[in-house]
């Protein structure tokens, strides 16, 4: 049953992470310790989740590439950024209870939702590709910060952060949103195995689980993304910050009332 539910979740997420760039990965970890009848505690959880959202989202990045659609060198600075604060994320979970960490899971989620109800109107234009290049003068004080807050976010729960990620890349710096697609979805892949290598000391990670769910958020991932032309994603965002704020909802309930 439990290896069901995995598939089940597995294939939610990954049809989500390819048609939003990677959002439905704030699901994973909710998914993993409450979705699977409490089976995982957050040590076990963080790093399947890492594992899961690196490989879905690696998978999903490829056709990106092959399309032109990733700005390298903005992914290059958001890694940068990123991989030593997601260590630095991953060392204050260790030192937080798991009640606290949860809540503070919650935080962001709602935050997430937030984000994907806000109208995204038009783009920003601190990092504008033209003849010039990049205008890093005004560029690099937003993608920085950006990259810290989304690598140390991946360390402590275990998130993609491509709900920040895809927002901070259009509506700060100026990306087109099918190149902030791929871009976010190369961001994910560096954060994701940073966290994952800060994780694994002492982790007992449960493989069968991870397969099922790896598996079916891969074959998501893919499909949605060759359909994913075809969808109204902004209606399926809307949706879909509603179903976050659910789950939020949800966590607040289990782990300050019926633990």
Same mark, same amino acid.
């Given at each position: 049953?439990?290896?069901?539910?995995?598939?089940?979740?597995?294939?939610?997420?990954?049809?989500?992470?390819?048609?939003?760039?990677?959002?439905? !990965?704030?699901?994973?970890?909710?998914?993993?310790?409450?979705?699977?009848?409490?089976?995982?505690?957050?040590?076990?959880?963080?790093?399947?989740?890492?594992?899961?959202?690196?490989?879905?989202?690696?998978? *999903?990045?490829?056709?990106?590439?092959?399309?032109?659609?990733?700005?390298?060198?903005?992914?290059?600075?958001?890694?940068?950024? *990123?991989?030593?604060?997601?260590?630095?994320? !991953?060392?204050?979970?260790?030192?937080?209870?798991?009640?606290?960490?949860?809540?503070?899971?919650?935080?962001?989620?709602?935050?997430?939702?937030?984000?994907?109800?806000?109208?995204?109107?038009?783009?920003?234009?601190?990092?504008?590709?033209?003849?010039?290049?990049?205008?890093?003068?005004?560029?690099?004080?937003? !993608?920085?910060?950006?990259?810290?807050?989304?690598?140390?976010?991946?360390?402590?729960?275990?998130?993609?952060?491509?709900?920040?990620?895809?927002?901070?890349?259009?509506?700060?710096?100026?990306?087109?949103? !099918?190149?902030?697609?791929?871009?976010?979805?190369?961001?994910?892949?560096?954060?994701?195995?940073?966290?994952?290598?800060?994780?694994?000391?002492?982790?007992?990670?449960?493989?069968?689980?991870?397969?099922?769910?790896? *598996?079916?958020?891969?074959?998501?991932?893919?499909?949605?993304?060759?359909?994913?032309?075809?969808?109204?994603?902004?209606?399926?965002?809307?949706?879909?910050?509603?179903?976050?704020?659910?789950?939020?909802?949800?966590?607040?309930?289990?782990?300050?009332?019926?633990?």
């Amino acid at each position: 049953m439990t290896l069901t539910v995995a598939l089940a979740l597995g294939a939610i997420i990954g049809v989500l992470l390819g048609l939003l760039g990677g959002g439905g !990965s704030i699901l994973a970890v909710p998914a993993l310790v409450l979705g699977l009848g409490l089976d995982l505690d957050l040590d076990q959880a963080i790093p399947i989740s890492l594992l899961v959202i690196g490989v879905a989202s690696l998978v *999903g990045a490829v056709p990106k590439i092959r399309e032109h659609q990733v700005n390298w060198r903005m992914a290059g600075v958001f890694a940068a950024c *990123g991989i030593p604060a997601t260590f630095a994320g !991953s060392a204050v979970g260790r030192l937080l209870p798991q009640s606290v960490v949860m809540v503070g899971f919650a935080a962001v989620m709602v935050l997430a939702g937030i984000r994907m109800l806000m109208d995204r109107g038009d783009t920003g234009t601190a990092c504008e590709v033209g003849d010039s290049g990049i205008d890093w003068r005004r560029c690099a004080p937003r !993608s920085i910060p950006a990259g810290v807050a989304v690598g140390f976010l991946t360390g402590l729960f275990g998130v993609g952060g491509g709900f920040l990620i895809i927002p901070a890349l259009v509506l700060m710096l100026g990306l087109d949103m !099918s190149v902030a697609v791929g871009t976010s979805l190369v961001i994910i892949v560096a954060n994701s195995a940073a966290g994952l290598v800060s994780h694994l000391n002492g982790a007992s990670i449960d493989w069968a689980i991870t397969a099922a769910f790896a *598996g079916t958020a891969i074959a998501g991932s893919l499909i949605a993304g060759h359909f994913g032309t075809k969808v109204d994603t902004d209606k399926l965002q809307r949706w879909f910050a509603y179903l976050v704020f659910a789950v939020a909802a949800y966590v607040l309930v289990d782990t300050i009332l019926l633990r």
